[in-house]
């Protein structure tokens, strides 16, 4: 029992390895929308992330966002997950859900501002058999990123400034 | 792009430990029943948070924004001649992200010759900490190259710190990347708090309120890696911050306006309110932590 622990614990700790390096970056690679790929006033967050998902699994981030920017969220996948990632965003401290992006079609998207500087719960889903005509094996892996980016939220009338 | 994986329970497990900040998850608390892990679906759901803390970059683009344009002060930041004081694990990686934080303040309100002495230093410190990868020699060409173009140095300097960031995220050296971004945090507050007077309707003053939510997330992080020595004693620094930032006040957050209507705006929310004497605790207690990190008075 206690070698099949280890050897689990083991094979475990080498695919962590392995994931960590797998998805990197990938949200940067691959979740700038085409028009951001010129020049953007759009800047790049860092609590954007990327992680390996399989079919089925949710994984949250909580972040925080500022009075006074707005935020764009773009989430992507490899096409093996085809485009119907689902992610819903919560406030951290009410769980007050503030947005579903299933109620927009699971449109990747979505730029927003708030009222306060406040944490956010961004929560990240994978639907079981999400791809096109469901012949995806359960077993498959693929990474998935959640970018986000910020920019100063454009001054409305006369401003000093 | 599509992998395959041998995706059996195991891997349910170790995708919960995955990367830096990650909460108890439910996989997590299940290791010490993998054996009844091996018989659930491989596509079994797993929840997991992790934490995540805004770049040092992005407070410090913020003080610009809002009026410090002008500014090339450089007194505050922590000497480039300090970085042979640091010899232990714990001070070269605090300092790595204090330096880094300093690099990108000297790219960010375009201080170009500040900024190569600060990333020969962030290099040499890198290079001691195992990210040497992240900072290529050809980056200081890079630098050099555009000293005269403060948008493509602070590309650069971003570059070198999320760079460093993956580099050791990637080599699962989780307590030394907590310690860096702690340095960056701490150093991007003390550098706000250098550049900024107290008024409660500084834009300044309120974004360091909010530093409030960004240090519970940071503390969350830390506390992953708390079995290390080195990450629990900056952990208890940063409790004692915390414990003054929980002192300030709140009120409601204003209504959105009907101007705003035109886009997506999240509503509801509380503004924190610092008075003048809880700022001035908070300026304290970040000097104190930040120069116990740097060793300097």
Known sequence: MRKIFLSLFILSTSLMFSQASVCGQFHRKYCTPDSKREKSEWQYNAQSKSGLFNQGMTSKIRCVIYKGMDYRI????????????????????????????????????????????RQLIIEVSVPTGSTEKDKHKPMDAACVGLLIEHKVTDKQGFSQY | MKRKY???????????????????????????????????APTAQVTETFFQVPSPGEMLTFIKMVGGKNNKNVSFLNSPDNQKNYSDTKAKALNFGIYSCDLSY??????????????????????????????????????????????????????????????????QQGPTLSLVVAGGWIESLFIATNLSKYDAKSPVVERLADQKYTLDNLIEFLKKYESDANVASVLTQFNELQAEFNKIGEKDAAAASASDQSKKILGGGKELVLSAEQYKVIVDKIKSIRNSYTLTK
């Open chain 1, 74 to 117: 773009n989430v992507c996948c490899e096409t093996t997950f085809g485009d119907k990632l689902n992610y819903k965003i919560f406030d951290a401290k009410t769980n007050e859900l503030l947005y579903d992006n299933a109620a927009a079609e699971n449109e990747p998207m979505f730029e927003f501002q708030s009222t306060a500087t």
């Open chain 2, 106 to 171: 000297c790219s960010i309100f375009e201080i170009g010759s500040e900024a190569l002495k600060y990333f020969k230093v962030v290099k040499q410190l890198g290079d001691q900490i195992g990210v040497s990868s992240a900072i290529k020699p050809e980056v200081l060409k890079r630098l050099e190259g555009n000293l005269g173009n403060p948008d493509s140095l602070s590309v650069i300097t971003d570059d070198v710190y999320f760079s460093s960031f993956e580099t050791l995220e990637n080599s």
């Open chain 2, 6 to 40: 041998l995706l059996i329970a195991p891997l349910a497990v170790s995708l919960t430990l995955v990367s830096c900040g990650g909460d108890k998850t439910e996989g997590e608390e299940e290791l010490a029943n993998v054996d009844s892990a091996k018989t659930e």
